[in-house]
């Protein structure tokens, strides 16, 4: 089983939905991200959470929410999507304690597409 | 402030020839760095990272990378280029305990019979 599971991983919708995706994951890990990707842009940080009760606005947060209902499930939720939130999302998972120098474990993650 | 800038959007490279993949960083703290590979519909995979211990890492797939502080670089390489091998590649650079990875733009890399 995978260690880091996305759903949906594919998703149509409308302007104005409001839509969440969801990740979860089994490696104990305490740290949870989501990044969305774009076409020659890489991955960028949309939120960050460190624990359950630290959560905190990456590079490009507008639009976006979450919630970290526990350890291991971090969900990222468009409360009126928009085209432009078109793209590919992945949540990923790190755990400094284990010396790993923050290096991040990705989901497959959710194309999502707003028309 | 960190970033990571990937030099060439596209790589095309045939069956059997040398990939080198280019990645330069900047950094105000010692950086950590990291190559990750993203097969086509499926998330990102480590190939290799480097923390400080050797400035040439090996990775899986027969990749490696040598860390250039004069340079400020990262660069992924392989002697002998597969089919297989066609992804998409990311530069990452993380300072330490900043619990962050910033991305490079991305590289694709073809691989021709």
């Known amino acids: 089983d995978a260690d880091v599971t996305q759903t949906p991983r594919n998703r149509i919708t409308k302007t104005g939905k409001r839509i969440m995706l969801e990740c979860s994951q089994t490696?104990?890990?305490?740290?949870m991200y989501w990044y969305r990707q774009d076409p020659g842009l890489g991955l960028r940080l949309i939120y960050y959470?460190?624990?359950?009760?630290?959560?905190n606005k990456g590079e490009i947060s507008d639009g976006y929410s979450v919630s970290r209902q526990a350890q291991a499930k971090f969900s990222l939720s468009l409360e009126s999507a928009i085209p432009n939130q078109t793209a590919l999302y992945f949540c990923?998972?790190?755990?400094?304690?284990?010396?790993?120098?923050?290096?991040?474990?990705f989901g497959p993650g959710t194309r999502l597409t707003v028309l | 402030a960190q970033s990571v800038t990937q030099l060439g959007s596209h790589v095309s490279v045939s069956e059997g020839a040398l990939v080198l993949l280019r990645c330069n960083y900047s950094?105000?703290?010692?950086?950590?760095l990291f190559w990750y590979v993203q097969y086509p519909n499926q998330g990102l995979q480590l190939l290799l990272k480097y923390t400080s211990a050797a400035t040439l890492v090996k990775g899986i797939n027969g990749f490696e990378a040598e860390f250039k502080k004069s340079e400020t670089s990262f660069h992924l390489t392989k002697p002998s280029a597969h089919m297989s091998d066609a992804a998409e590649y990311f530069c990452a650079v993380s300072g330490s305990n900043t619990g962050k990875l910033i991305f490079g733009q991305g590289t694709t890399l073809q691989v021709k019979p």
């Open positions: 950094s105000s703290v010692p950086p950590y």
């Open positions: 490696k104990g890990h305490d740290r």
């Open positions: 990923a998972t790190s755990d400094l304690t284990s010396g790993t120098y923050n290096e991040q474990f």
């Open positions: 959470s460190f624990d359950v009760k630290d959560i």
